[in-house]
């Protein structure tokens, strides 16, 4: 059983930084799709960034492209979210999700292919 713990969020104004973190625990797959997912009040659940932990390689929306870098640490078995020049409209309660990688990609920003999740960690930027 897959288990994610996230740690990081917190409250920054406008323009500042933020770095998430999750920890895995539990996979038995060589290779994971694993994302960050952020979901503001009255809003749906979004993908922001995605990865694949075999090849590291990494996917963005467009709304966070050159502002956010998703990486790993595998020593650590632990996902990142770094998160440059926040704004307000990224104000969410952020979740890490993993699936296994399967042959699909892991361009993957539907959350209804992520069947692990953590309990989330929220952020709040200011203006």
């Known amino acids: 059983q897959v288990q994610l713990v996230e740690s990081g969020g917190g409250s920054v104004q406008a323009g500042g930084s933020l770095r998430l973190s999750c920890v895995v625990s539990g996979y038995s797959d060589n290779t994971l799709c694993m994302g960050w997912f952020r979901q503001a009040p009255g809003k749906e659940r979004e993908g922001v960034a995605t990865?694949?932990?075999?090849?590291?390689?990494?996917y963005y929306v467009d709304s966070v492209k050159g502002r956010f870098t998703i990486s790993q640490d595998n020593a650590k078995n632990t996902l990142y979210l770094q998160m440059n020049s926040l704004n307000p409209e990224d104000t969410a309660m952020y979740y890490c999700?993993?699936?296994?990688?399967?042959?699909?990609?892991?361009?993957?920003?539907?959350?209804?292919?992520?069947?692990?999740w953590g309990q989330g960690t929220q952020v709040t930027v200011s203006s």
């Open positions: 999700a993993a699936r296994s990688f399967a042959w699909r990609t892991c361009r993957d920003y539907d959350q209804r292919n992520y069947n692990y």
């Open positions: 990865i694949n932990t075999g090849s590291r390689l990494p």
